[in-house]
């Protein structure tokens, strides 16, 4: 490859403008800006590899430099100075106590110091906040200090109970649309000097429902390394694990190869798993018909949740059909 980093650090927007397919929520939050109107409270949704994070970096930086015409285009320069910068990065996995909370709370209390103008909080995984902690939360989000910013990020909004969702303006960047996706594997294969055929990787990402940027890159990063189509999709952070073979086993319905398979399963790898399950599932429900889509049909809807909303909806059109007709 051109590039010694991987495409997902190479390849990571640094400006609104970049982030592909987000036209409606960059269009809102340069409004919120242009009549300073702007939430203190953000929590961004949405599935593994949507850009969840990138969008809060963006944010906090715009928050942080401010007074252009353009506070979302951000110089180099500001990059480089990104950890100089007030704003605290927080893996929830690690530190998601009420104790935790209290002590980052009481952090915030005290005003920032140059070059920040504001002290910013960008929590990851958020969703694995205890109860306890969420609460802890009610109050400081609901009568934030002017100097104070908090921009929550989850892949499972479930999690989140909703007096503080309530409290929170809601973004989640939409997933890309197959022009986009094509355009993205051009644009990382001019960046990884790959000259081959992309297309077996943009049919791989297609039947596997792959459409967040990030595991979208990812299967690109492998794919360009010689992998095949299929392997480079369904691996993707879960690579101690055959998806292939467990995806069939669990669309056979074969509980005992999948629980051999899925033992070592982490709580970390579920989501990853969980979707690669969806997208097999998925793909084999839109050629199916009569029983066999019906059955598929309703393991989606067991399977699923409110974060997997295109194989849900398939799955609940196809048993709408069901219904209507009188028969599978």
Known sequence: MSNERVLSLSMRPKTLQEC????????????????????????????????????????ALALQHGNTSDPFEIPEDVWAKYKKYDIKEINAANQNGVDDIRALVEGMRYLPIAPSKAKIVILDEAHQLTTAAQNALLTETEDVAKHVFYIFCTSNLSKIIPALQRRAYMMSPKALTTDEIYALLEKAAEEAAFIDDIKPLYDALYINSVSSPGLVLQAAEKFFSGIPATESVTNFQIGKFDTLAICKAVAKGDWKESAKMLKDLTKDEVVTMKLCILGYMKAILMKASGQKASTMARAIRILADDNDMLARFLANVCLTCETISGSP
């Open 20 to 59: 592909v397919g987000q036209e409606e929520l960059v269009k809102s939050l340069l409004y919120q800006f242009s009549v300073n109107r702007i939430p203190h409270f953000y929590m961004i949704h949405g599935p593994i590899g949507s850009g969840k994070t990138t969008f809060a970096r963006i944010l």
